[in-house]
């Protein structure tokens, strides 16, 4: 199989299970790093 | 065969890249946003004396500096990781955006600059007022500039142009089909997403806070966040549909399949979060009338009005086109694609929805900004009317999420190949050699 398929396979385009796993993993990832990052910078930023 | 193919285990690369870029975008476009939202918020207090908005303004630039360093590390492990996971990629990328790149990158540090000197210049300008919100204004400028050079390159990566010599190098690779409606699309995107996120904020804290001068301040912060998030999202259906005609024109693959195809669901997910938003934002001003100093039943019972047409014409954008919703996990009613549904179809009714949204949109802002300009008794507004505004900021991230997925994935048309740059780059980094944009530079220069 091209490489450029094998690639793919299981990629988040891909709708295999593995595929929808990484759908929200990176999702899940992505809202984990922000809101942490956000409430972070709150906190450093809190004068008292 | 091509250097470097490295994997990372379970998530896979390509998720390390989304996770990194879609992070550093949710701060890149905050901070590019809240940067000309509090130079104006500083020109304003300077112009009216009021001291909201010099508060405001303060406190959002100190939260600018802090939150920096948050973007800039994401971005900076996100170019590491795509030279380590994506180096040929990125070497065909340096090849055509090389002074794009380097632009970008001295923008950026004009902005770290200009941005820190703002803050710490504060109290010392104080008696120079006008000099210091034009560093509140450089700071955004230089932010909307490294905005751009990336557009250019990203816009590229859907819909790249062949460039066939030096001379059309411009014109054909940085200005491609895609990157002013992107850039504008961004552009008023940062402003909306910012103005969400400070109401949302804004809400929150009104909710959290026991003293009464606080309370009044949070409750205007809200107010005025939310007239930029939501006036500036009712600009963005003329745009966004600019930004697709080009995507139609010149990638018309990658259009069928996130409108029309099997990716289409991710528009229904859109206009999903942007109906909360429109609505929840809609119930806010509807509230907050009943506040006015001088009290206007008539516009009250206009706003009530148009509420109601929100609430339609976003039910008229969310109606799916046929019973094939989500087909990549079997979500597929009926006869699939072959069952149409009612009023779901794009022409008429998606374009009057979006069209109607937008009127009902201008309508409700003048409404309550002719109510604002006689003001507002400050500390008052409701617990939902708070709720309403937090739904604002965590759906309008969504939002966010959501466009850059459905930008992204354009590119995987029945993934048959996915390609890094569209019809030219596939994902294992190796060039597709016939009507490749990037092959004359490539080959020409030795690539």
Partial sequence: MELALLLQQGSTGDPTAIGIFRFFAAFFLIITIYSSSLGFTYWISKEE | ?447
């Fill in chain 2, 1 to 447: 065969m091509p250097i470097g193919n490295l994997d990372v285990p379970v998530i896979g690369k390509n998720v390390v890249i989304a996770v990194l870029v879609q992070s550093h975008i949710l701060f890149a476009a905050f901070i590019i946003g809240a940067v000309l939202i509090a130079a104006t918020s500083e020109y304003l207090g300077m112009v009216t004396k009021q001291n909201n908005y010099e508060r405001f303004a303060r406190n959002l630039a100190r939260f600018v500096v802090l939150l920096f360093a948050s973007g800039a590390a994401l971005a900076i492990t996100f170019v590491l990781a795509l030279v380590t996971l994506f180096p040929v990629f990125f070497s065909i990328l340096q090849n055509i955006f090389f002074w794009v790149f380097l632009v970008e990158a001295f923008m950026f540090l004009g902005q770290i600059i200009i941005v820190y000197a703002w803050y710490n210049v504060w109290d010392k300008l104080a008696y120079r007022k006008s000099l210091h919100v034009v560093f509140g204004f450089i700071a955004g400028f230089f932010g909307l500039m490294a905005m751009t050079m990336i557009d250019a390159v990203a816009s590229f990566m859907l819909t790249p142009a062949e460039v066939t010599s030096e001379a059309s190098l411009v014109a054909r690779s940085f200005l491609n089909q895609t990157m002013v409606p992107l850039n504008m699309h961004r552009f008023v995107g940062n402003f909306s997403y910012a103005g969400f996120l400070i109401a949302g904020w804004a809400g929150w804290r009104y909710l959290r806070t026991t003293r009464e001068d606080d309370r009044e301040y949070y409750d205007w912060m809200g107010h005025f966040g939310l007239l930029w998030g939501f006036g500036f999202l009712i600009i963005q259906p003329v745009i966004g549909y600019g930004y697709l005609k080009g995507i139609r024109e010149s990638a018309p693959e990658s259009f069928n399949t996130i409108m029309l195809g099997d990716k289409a669901w991710l528009f229904n997910l859109l206009v999903i979060w942007i109906a909360v938003l429109s609505i929840a934002s809609t119930a806010y001003f509807v509230h907050k009338l009943r506040f006015a100093i001088e009290p206007m039943e008539t516009l009250r019972k206009l706003a009530v009005g148009a509420l109601g047409f929100t609430a339609l014409f976003t039910v008229l954008n969310i109606i799916p086109t046929n019973a094939s919703l989500i087909p990549q996990i079997g979500l597929v009613f009926g006869q699939g694609e072959e069952t149409e549904i009612p009023l779901g179809s794009m022409y008429p009714w998606k374009y009057i929805g979006l069209i109607g949204l937008m009127l009902v949109g201008f309508f409700i802002v003048a409404l309550y900004l002719r109510a604002s300009a006689t003001g507002f008794h400050w500390g008052r507004a409701s617990r939902w009317s708070q709720y309403a505004l937090m739904a604002c900021a965590f759906f309008v991230v969504l939002t966010m999420v959501t466009m850059g997925y459905t930008r992204e994935t354009a590119r995987r048309v029945d993934n048959d190949p996915g390609y890094l740059i569209n019809g030219c780059v596939k994902l294992d980094q190796s060039i597709v050699k016939e009507g490749c944009p990037t092959i004359p530079i490539t080959e020409g220069k030795g690539g």
